[in-house]
């Protein structure tokens, strides 16, 4: 994982510290943090709670004009009096599409409002996390939380409030008219509807079970095609596609055999489910001809009592398929919670301002081991040294010597296990950590470009840096005439990852790119020893222009690289072997550098090292 990603990282905010707070303090009690995420907009909740009072009231508002227009109609009113009755009617029928709209609008518009927060919230505390954390979790893991659990508790608060809240109100409302007519009725009808809902829990329960397998299903599916797909050059180049193929054909063929059987289950509890309310229409059928008959009832009441026993099936149906958006939005915010609950090793307190202008660097028997069990050896071992403000190290070892460890100390992406760094002469741990991060420029050794134009990859995306000051930064870099002769020159677009560039040329992006934000400290991973002479000989030349005048760490894969910085640190297995001016090594010729110079400047250090030995 490239590490320049880390460096907008901020600290998070005083709402997140809380929730954190509240998810380590009690944290099954992810209602309580919806509810505290929610308080803020009091105002807009008690709009939305209007809204759904009357939305919810109004389907019954029209079985109850019908049944007025029957009894008046019975009862030899007058065409005007039964035409004003249709006219309301008709009113009501618009107000119900209006209401609809404001529903969903102002759920929508809470719901948005609670969960943008939320989720930049969330990426905000990840970007903040140490790589411990990033280590342990993948990409994919984090786009579900940040996005996919967050989502829940989203469609929660627009689907649950505008739905299942106005469906509880018609509900309630139904049983209250009906009691009003004829309170045995409605005594009926309120124990119907709890043996519909009833059924309809239980059988959506088993319809939530079917429809979990077949997720986990497509989710294996989706899975196999991803991981087939990004080892696609590989499969083919190994004669692995058969294989591939048919592992594809399984997971599709579970998928098949899970949605059938959602299917099936599905049209079984349609047919339940239906006649359920069937049986209850009946019901109430034979109910209001025995009460009509006997005269207790009129015919506009019969009608009502039928008419509601319809309409109940639509709410009920509703508050049944939001129980499970419920259990969802209860899983997303626990695991909202919990990731909240994760805390950085890397402490954010300092507030101590740097120094303006070029910045020294100072190590004091700095030791880092990373936190692995496979792996608990010490990758950086005792190292103190110090670099003058404008002054530059070239830092050498072979592969896995701990040269990129030491860039993540610098940059504070991880904690020394023990001793001291500090800049411009104050420790890290007084530095805030986004001062310091906006202070160091890196390229990191897998540069990360984007699916855009040069000219974009070079500001990312920064507005307020214009044609003229791209066109003199790549000028002064020496880059001008390389730019200039790719087809569409600066607004040449890279594929997807910025394809169509090799490593070096990637390079060559990510040192204008930091040469454009002139940071005080420059910290360079050199990609790859494999770059072709022409692009080395860019390299080098946008190397020293970028330097000049800043304080620098180089680690480079070749001896070119290093040639003209100031001083050289050899590591080997984290410890240094070698430190010094680079004239004085290169003079000494017992020293390793000279040595290796020895065997040709251009020569890559992996290998040198390799044929020193
Ligand atoms: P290269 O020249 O290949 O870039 P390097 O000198 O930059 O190598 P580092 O990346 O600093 O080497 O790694 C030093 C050691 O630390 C290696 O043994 C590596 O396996 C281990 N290591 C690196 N990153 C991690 C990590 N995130 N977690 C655990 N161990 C790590
Ligand atoms: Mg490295």
Redesign the pocket.
């Known amino acids: 994982m490239g590490w320049d990603q880390y460096c907008s990282a901020s600290a998070p905010n005083d709402r997140v510290r809380s929730l954190a707070m509240e998810s380590r303090s009690r944290s099954s009690n992810h209602w309580r943090a919806l509810f505290d995420l929610i308080t803020p907009h009091r105002a807009r909740v008690t709009a939305i709670s209007a809204v759904l009072a009357v939305a919810g009231i109004l389907p019954l508002v029209g079985p109850l004009l019908i049944a007025k227009f029957i009894d008046d109609a019975a009862n030899g009113a007058t065409s005007a009096h039964l035409l004003w009755l249709a006219g309301i009617y008709v009113a009501l029928g618009v107000s119900r599409q209006l209401m609809a709209v404001a529903v969903a609008w102002t759920a929508a518009d809470l719901s948005w409002r609670v969960t943008n927060e939320l989720r930049s919230d969330l990426t905000r505390h990840v970007l903040h996390l140490d790589?411990g954390f990033h280590?342990a979790t993948s990409p994919g893991e984090l786009v579900s939380r940040v996005d996919g659990d967050v989502t829940a508790l989203s469609e929660f608060i627009s689907q649950f409030a505008a739905k299942a809240v106005a469906a509880g109100v018609t509900l309630v409302g139904l049983i209250a008219v009906v009691m009003w007519r004829d309170w045995r009725i409605g005594l009926g009808l309120a124990v119907y509807l709890a043996i519909a809902t009833a059924t309809m829990l239980s059988l959506r329960d088993r319809a939530v079970d079917e429809a979990a397998t077949e997720q986990a299903a497509t989710g294996r599916m989706l899975g196999e095609i991803e991981e087939r797909l990004a080892g696609a050059d590989d499969l083919r180049s190994n004669g692995g596609g058969s294989h591939a193929v048919a592992t594809f054909q399984k997971a599709s063929a579970a998928v098949l055999r899970s949605s059938l059987a959602r299917e099936r289950q599905g049209v079984a509890l349609w047919i339940i489910s239906n006649a359920v309310f069937i049986i209850g229409g009946l019901v109430i059928l034979a109910v209001d001809a025995a009460l009509l008959s006997r005269g207790s009832i009129t015919l506009g009441t019969a009608y009502l009592l039928f008419q509601y026993t319809q309409i109940l099936r639509e709410p009920l149906g509703r508050l049944a398929d939001e129980t499970e958006r419920v259990q969802r939005a209860a899983g997303g915010m626990s695991r909202t919670l919990q990731l909240l609950a994760e805390t950085s090793s890397i402490s954010n307190e300092g507030s101590t301002p740097l120094p303006t202008g070029a910045l020294g660097v100072e190590l004091s028997d700095v030791c880092f081991e990373?936190r692995?069990e496979e792996?608990p050896a010490r990758?950086v071992d005792n190292l103190t040294l110090s670099i003058a403000p404008g002054n530059s190290l070239g830092v050498l070892?072979r592969?896995?010597?701990?040269?990129?460890?030491l860039a993540r100390l610098l940059l504070r992406l991880v904690e020394p296990t023990s001793g001291t760094i500090s800049f411009g002469g104050v420790s890290l741990h007084d530095v805030e950590v986004a001062e310091l991060r906006s202070r160091i420029g890196v390229v990191s050794?897998d540069v990360h470009l984007f699916e855009a134009s040069i000219h974009d990859n070079l500001t990312l995306f920064d507005e307020t840096i214009d044609a003229s000051a791209v066109r003199a930064a790549l000028n002064e870099l020496g880059l001008l005439d390389w730019v200039s002769a790719m087809p569409q020159g600066v607004e040449t677009k890279l594929g997807p990852g910025g394809a169509g560039l090799s490593a070096g040329e990637s390079q060559l992006i990510a040192l204008t790119r930091l040469f454009l934000r002139s940071p005080d400290f420059v910290l360079l991973d050199e990609a790859s020893s494999r770059v072709d002479p022409t692009t080395e000989a860019r390299v080098t030349k946008a190397i020293d222009r970028l330097i000049d005048g800043r304080t620098a760490v180089v680690i480079a894969h070749r001896l070119s690289t290093v040639e003209r910085l100031d001083q050289i640190l050899v590591l080997e297995d984290g410890r240094a072997v070698e430190h010094g001016a680079t004239e004085a090594l290169s003079a000494d010729t017992n020293s390793r550098y000279a040595r290796l110079l020895a065997l040709g400047a251009d020569i890559a250090v992996d290998e040198a090292v390799v044929a020193y030995d």
């Open positions: 790589l280590r990373y692995d792996n990758v070892g592969t896995g010597s701990g040269k990129t460890t050794q």
